[in-house]
Nanobody
Framework: QVQLVESGGRLVQAGGSLRLSCAAS????????MGWFRQAPGKEREFVAG????????FYGDPVKGRFTISRDNAKNTMYLQMNSLKPEDTAVYYC?????????????????WGQGTQVTVSS
């Protein structure tokens, strides 16, 4: 198993930047493909960004392309989400997740482990 803990969420003004972190413990971090999802009140959980188990392939949800960047540091067992040019519609609880899928996935039901989430609020 792997345990995931997100951090870095806070209130920020539109146009600002934030970096979220996801610290993993338990099984070797590099054994999983990883992803970020978000969920706003009253909405379904939405894929944000992910990468393959090797880290060589990254992919993004359309709403965040060109603004968000996903990265990982296997030595630190930590994944990051750099969020730039934030918009009020980016307001949500952000979750990191780990999957046994080699290439990663945009589907939340293909992820096996989840963190507790961190709140990001973007004011206009």
């Amino acid at each position: 198993q792997v345990q995931l803990v997100e951090s870095g969420g806070r209130l920020v003004q539109a146009g600002g930047s934030l970096r979220l972190s996801c610290a993993a413990s338990g099984r070797t971090f590099s054994r999983y493909s990883m992803g970020w999802f978000r969920q706003a009140p009253g909405k379904e959980r939405e894929f944000v960004a992910g990468f393959s188990r090797s880290g060589g392939f990254t992919f993004y949800g359309d709403p965040v392309k060109g603004r968000f960047t996903i990265s990982r540091d296997n030595a630190k067992n930590t994944m990051y989400l750099q969020m730039n040019s934030l918009k009020p519609e980016d307001t949500a609880v952000y979750y990191c997740a780990a999957s046994s899928q080699v290439l990663g996935s945009r589907e939340y039901n293909e992820y096996d482990y989840w963190g507790q989430g961190t709140q990001v609020t973007v004011s206009s």
